[in-house]
């Protein structure tokens, strides 16, 4: 397939490039700097651009069979990020009907499963991160009204430790006790969901 990567310099993004790579996709990377990606140049497109201009965004969209996205702010979140992930959603949702790409597979946060007790995710988020539970409950209301075909993945805390293929996944809800991930088993699951079609219209729960 032919899949375009935002967020790709991040952690989970840096993980999706590299697997789908492997998986013998051709990968774009649209970026605002190629940062640790200039190395992978000749192996992937790098197209230098800003997410949040929905013209240069749906310029590189085109001819691509889908999106994943780890996009999203840097904790602190600055007052100027307040809104980040609503604005990139709107962003996102209008380059995308302007092409003829519909299929995006999109990193939320286990923080908007307000029946999780154990661990108590919403809670923990209105708590101490209010500001990313309402940007990103915005951006996923923005998705869902698009019309496309989207995935909205939610895990919960992330790590750094290697990809095990072993994890679990539940749609609507965080898995029971589902308290971490690694970043690579996140990206895993979202370039088999584009592969695949797989939960489709769905908000999915991830946990190791």
Not at 33 to 60: C, F, H, K, P, W
Not at 78 to 90: N, W
Not at 111 to 140: N, Q
Not at 157 to 178: C, S
Request: charged share 20%; with cysteine; proline share 4%.
């Amino acid at each position: 397939m032919k899949l375009i990567v935002l967020g790709a310099t991040g952690g989970i993004g840096v993980e999706i490039v590299r697997q789908a790579m492997e998986r013998g996709h051709s990968i774009t990377a649209f970026v605002r700097t190629s940062g640790q990606l200039s190395t992978l140049a000749g192996r992937i497109q790098l197209i230098q651009g800003n997410v949040m201009d929905a013209t240069e965004l749906g310029r590189a969209l085109e001819g691509h069979d889908g999106v994943l996205s780890a996009f999203g702010p840097r904790l602190p979140l600055s007052k100027e990020d307040a809104d980040l992930l609503e604005r990139f959603a709107t962003t996102l949702t209008n380059a995308m009907l302007r092409t003829t790409v519909r299929r995006a597979v999109i990193v939320s946060t286990a923080f908007l499963f307000k029946d999780s007790i154990i661990p108590p995710t919403y809670l923990f988020g209105r708590l101490f991160f209010p500001s990313v539970v309402a940007d990103a409950a915005a951006m996923e209301r923005i998705v869902i009204a698009s019309g496309l075909d989207w995935t909205l993945v939610r895990p919960p805390q992330l790590t750094d430790k290697p990809q095990t293929g072993r994890y679990r996944v539940r749609e609507e809800h965080l898995p029971a006790f589902g308290f971490k991930i690694a970043r690579a088993d996140v990206a895993d699951f979202m370039i088999q969901c584009v592969e695949n079609h797989a939960s489709s219209r769905k908000i999915v729960g991830l946990s190791n």
